[in-house]
T-cell receptor, first 114, second 117 residues
Framework: EAQVTQNPRYLITVTGKKLTVTCSQNMNHEYMSWYRQDPGLGLRQIYYSMNVEVTDKGDVPEGYKVSRKEKRNFPLILESPSPNQTSLYFC?????????????FGQGTRLTVV | AQKITQTQPGMFVQEKEAVTLDCTYDTSDQSYGLFWYKQPSSGEMIFLIYQGSYDEQNATEGRYSLNFQKARKSANLVISASQLGDSAMYFCAMREAGYSSASKIIFGSGTRLSIRP
């Protein structure tokens, strides 16, 4: 089954404790991205990757890191989480970046930083 | 700069009625795609419907149709004969062609639809 898998689904952590949210897709998609969803703001892009070893900042990259060592995986790293990073996070992948290309989303990761 | 506007934070509709969720967009590109996603309370994002900027016909997918008015830059989602399972958050989104930089999908702030039995 074609899917994007994120882990964990839920995470409560303390300020400053490094964490990684994993994302994996099995569709051989080139384009992957991370979004955060906050009430009243919709989804905002954090980072994206156009292919292996090619990553770039989205609209809200501060406090996050990513890597793309393999085509299928695109982990999101919070080196020193802060309470303002409490949010719902989505990983998404698409075959390309054309305007008609649908994005497939992971199940979401609800992160709480206390 | 590209932007998506959804002006209805929340809507209540009686079951079996049709409902229109509003979406306007702003872009200077000629080539772009418009999407609607549904997010139920469980949190996942479900793709509903797509409309390309060059498509002359409005997109339809079952009970969903997209009322595309290019000159007005609007892409409203119409749900016919609403069902209780349609209660969810709905996001309008747009993707440009991305000639000079990577093309991202941008989202509106969403509309929470509640269906009354």
């Amino acid at each position: 089954e074609a899917q994007v898998t994120q882990n964990p689904r839920y995470l409560i952590t303390v300020t400053g404790k490094k964490l990684t949210v994993t994302c994996s897709q099995n569709m051989n998609h080139e384009y992957m991205s991370w979004y955060r969803q906050d009430p009243g703001l919709g989804l905002r892009q954090i980072y994206y990757s156009m292919n292996v070893e090619v990553t770039d900042k989205g609209d809200v990259p501060e406090g996050y890191k990513v890597s793309r060592k393999e085509k299928r995986n695109f982990p999101l790293i919070l080196e020193s989480p802060s309470p303002n990073q409490t949010s719902l996070y989505f990983c998404a992948s698409s075959l390309s970046q054309g305007p008609g290309t649908e994005a497939f989303f992971g199940q979401g990761t609800r992160l709480t930083v206390v | 700069a590209q932007k998506i506007t959804q002006t209805q934070p929340g809507m209540f509709v009686q079951e079996k009625e049709a409902v229109t969720l509003d979406c306007t967009y702003d872009t200077s590109d000629q080539s772009y795609g418009l999407f609607w996603y549904k997010q139920p309370s469980s949190g996942e994002m479900i793709f509903l419907i797509y409309q390309g900027s060059y498509d002359e016909q409005n997109a339809t997918e079952g009970r969903y149709s997209l009322n595309f008015q290019k000159a007005r830059k609007s892409a409203n989602l119409v749900i016919s004969a609403s069902q209780l399972g349609d209660s969810a958050m709905y996001f309008c989104a747009m993707r440009e062609a991305g000639y000079s930089s990577a093309s991202k999908i941008i989202f509106g702030s969403g509309t929470r639809l509640s269906i009354r039995p």
